[in-house]
């Protein structure tokens, strides 16, 4: 199920998506909707670096150095 929205755009962004739309063939909405999805993933993944690096700061979420992952790991050369 899908739902609906309404987002207000400057007139400037407005024409540009018109324009890619026209060019295109394809829908104003599908432009909307692809640049949402792609942008909203990248804002999840900035949202939770920096609840992570806040539990470092914290001290509440452990580190690991080189030395260790390689070790841990069989890494080492």
Partial sequence: M???TAVRLPDETYQRLKNLAEKTGRTSTFYIR???EHHLEDLEDL???EETLALV???KEPTYGLDE???DFDLAG
Wanted: proline residues 0%; glycine residues 6%; hydrophobic residues 35%.
């Fill in 2 to 4: 899908s739902k609906q």
């Fill in 69 to 71: 992952v390689e070790r």
């Fill in 57 to 59: 700061r914290e001290g």
């Fill in 34 to 36: 692809q640049a949402i």
């Fill in 47 to 49: 949202y939770l670096a």
